[in-house]
């Protein structure tokens, strides 16, 4: 859409182009709903596993917002960890998230045709939190479209 120099009024020209907006359908809309079971894109191994549930671990990137926005970090970073994830010069970690808390660090190689994640847990993993992490890194390799291979 382009505005038009001439004639009507750039508000109503905007107003205008807004209601064409609303007709044309959208992925989210009309088009989904009308979708047979077999045109849904299939679900992958993450999503049909407990990534979706609150106890799921979360690969966060260095720098962060949800350690960075907040002056007071204790409700998700314990003091004891917090030179592991943050250095003195000021660089934030890429972090290990887990029920709003972080858990541990990590980083990751990329080859050409995998990745590679490094898990630095504060503590030990239980079982549990170790398929959580595999999880995370599944979910990280399909982001990437590569093979990803977890080490710990």
Wanted: aromatic fraction near 8%; include cysteine.
């Amino acid at each position: 859409f382009v505005l038009d120099g001439g004639g009507a009024s750039a508000v109503s020209q905007a107003a205008q182009a807004a209601q064409e907006v609303d007709r044309k359908p959208s992925a989210g809309n009309a088009n989904q709903k009308n979708l047979k079971k077999s045109d849904k894109p299939e679900k992958s191994k993450s999503d049909k596993s407990k990534e979706s549930r609150s106890d799921a671990f979360h690969l966060l990137p260095a720098f962060d917002e949800f350690l960075i926005a907040y002056a007071n970090r204790r409700p998700s970073l314990e003091a004891e960890w917090e030179s592991r994830v943050m250095t003195k010069n000021g660089i934030f970690r890429p972090t290990l998230m887990r029920e709003g808390a972080i858990k541990g660090i990590w980083k990751r190689t990329l080859k050409k045709d995998q990745v590679l994640v490094e898990l630095e847990p504060f503590q030990k993993l239980s079982s549990d939190e170790y398929q959580a992490s595999q999880i995370a890194c599944e979910r990280l390799g399909e982001f990437l479209g590569k093979k990803a291979d977890l080490n710990v």
